[in-house]
C-alpha cells in the first residue's frame, strides 16, 4: 500500500487524513500517525467508521492504551476501556464531567504524565453545538514575545478540578466543592513544560486555579491573558463532527474543549487514550 496522505488543515494546526478503516491497522499506517500527530496536532479522519475493537487496536498500536476507569458507565463501550461521551447518563458526576469538557482544556492535569494522544469518534453528531475546537499550545508559546517568555519561566501552576467546577456550577455547595478535592486534589506544575520533541506549551486551562510566583504568591491575571493569547483564531481548529469521523490530537501540545450541546442534541462520542510518555517538568 501506498504511505498515506497528510493534507494540512490551516496554518501550523491540524491534517486531514485520507486512509480507510480496513488499512488503518496495517502497512505501518500507526507509525506514520504517531509520526503525523507531533508534525500537526491533530488528525481529522472523515467518515472513517472504526470499529469499537479496532479503535482499542488502533490506540494500543499508537502507545498503550490507558482504559477509561473512572468514567466507567456500565456501556458495552466501557467494557472495552473506552469512555462513552454522551449527557444522557444518570449519574450527575459523570455529567458534570461531561459539561466540563466544554471548557479549555488538556486531558490529564491531574496525573505527572498526562495522555499522550486522545482519539474521539462520533456516533452520532449533536443535533445542535457539540463541535470540538483544538487551540495549539506549541505554536502560541513560540510566538509570544522574548519577554513574556522570560516573565514565565520559573512560575508554577496549581491545577485542581474545583478550577473547573467553580466555572460551570456557580451555585457550588461545601459538599461539591469536597467531592471535587476527592477527584482531583490540588496538584502545582510547573507553567512552562519544555517537552522532548523539542516544544514547549503551557500548563493552563480550566483545571488552572492559579499561578505563583517563587514565594509563593498569586501572580494576577495571567491564567486569563495566557489562555486568550493562546485560544485566538489564528491558532485553533474547530471540528464540525459528521457521523463516523475519528479525530486524533497531541495532548501535551494542545487544548481543546467542546462547543455546548443540550442532551435533547443525541450527541454520543467514544473516546480513548494513548498513555503519555512525557512527564510534567
Ligand atoms: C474529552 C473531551 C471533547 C468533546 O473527552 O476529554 O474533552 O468534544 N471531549 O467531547
Ligand atoms: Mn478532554
Known amino acids: 500500500m501506498a504511505?498515506?496522505?497528510?493534507?494540512?488543515?490551516?496554518?501550523?494546526l491540524g491534517a486531514t487524513v485520507r486512509v480507510s478503516a480496513d488499512d488503518i491497522l496495517t502497512n505501518g499506517s500507526p507509525r506514520e500517525i504517531r509520526n503525523a500527530l507531533d508534525v500537526f496536532g491533530v488528525?481529522?479522519?472523515p467518515h472513517l467508521y472504526l470499529s469499537d475493537e479496532?479503535?482499542?487496536?488502533?490506540?494500543n498500536a499508537l502507545g498503550e492504551m490507558e482504559p477509561a476507569r473512572t468514567t466507567a458507565d456500565g456501556s458495552r463501550a466501557a467494557a472495552l476501556g473506552i469512555y462513552r461521551i454522551a449527557l444522557d447518563k444518570q449519574n450527575s458526576s459523570q455529567?458534570?464531567?461531561?459539561?466540563?469538557?466544554?471548557?479549555w482544556h488538556m486531558d490529564g492535569t491531574s496525573y505527572r504524565v498526562p495522555?499522550?494522544?486522545?482519539?474521539?469518534?462520533?456516533?452520532?453528531?449533536?443535533?445542535?453545538?457539540?463541535?470540538?475546537?483544538f487551540a495549539h499550545l506549541f505554536a502560541a508559546y513560540d510566538?509570544?514575545?522574548?519577554?513574556?517568555?522570560?516573565?514565565?519561566?520559573?512560575?508554577?501552576?496549581i491545577h485542581c478540578l474545583e478550577a473547573v467546577g467553580r466555572k460551570f456550577k456557580p451555585d457550588h455547595t461545601e459538599e461539591d466543592i469536597r467531592r471535587w478535592n476527592a477527584v482531583f486534589p490540588p496538584t502545582e506544575h510547573p507553567l512552562v513544560w519544555?517537552?522532548?520533541c523539542g516544544r514547549t506549551s503551557l500548563l493552563i486551562g480550566s483545571t488552572a486555579q492559579c499561578i505563583v510566583d517563587k514565594n509563593g504568591d498569586t501572580v494576577p491575571a495571567l491564567l486569563e491573558d495566557l489562555l486568550e493569547w493562546s485560544t485566538q483564531p489564528r491558532f485553533t481548529y474547530r471540528h464540525q463532527w459528521r457521523q463516523g469521523d475519528l479525530v486524533i490530537w497531541n495532548n501535551p501540545g494542545l487544548l481543546h474543549r467542546s462547543h455546548p450541546y443540550t442532551e435533547a442534541a443525541g450527541r454520543i462520542m467514544h473516546r480513548t487514550t494513548v498513555k503519555g510518555t512525557e512527564e510534567i517538568a
Open 43 to 45: 488528525l481529522v479522519f
Open 95 to 103: 455529567r458534570e464531567y461531561v459539561e466540563g469538557n466544554n471548557f
Open 194 to 196: 519544555k517537552q522532548s
Open 115 to 133: 495522555g499522550k494522544a486522545t482519539l474521539l469518534k462520533c456516533i452520532t453528531p449533536a443535533a445542535a453545538g457539540g463541535d470540538t475546537e
Open 54 to 59: 479496532d479503535l482499542v487496536s488502533l490506540t
Open 3 to 12: 504511505s498515506i496522505t497528510f493534507e494540512p488543515i490551516s496554518g501550523e
Open 143 to 157: 510566538a509570544l514575545p522574548q519577554a513574556k517568555k522570560q516573565q514565565l519561566e520559573g512560575l508554577r501552576v
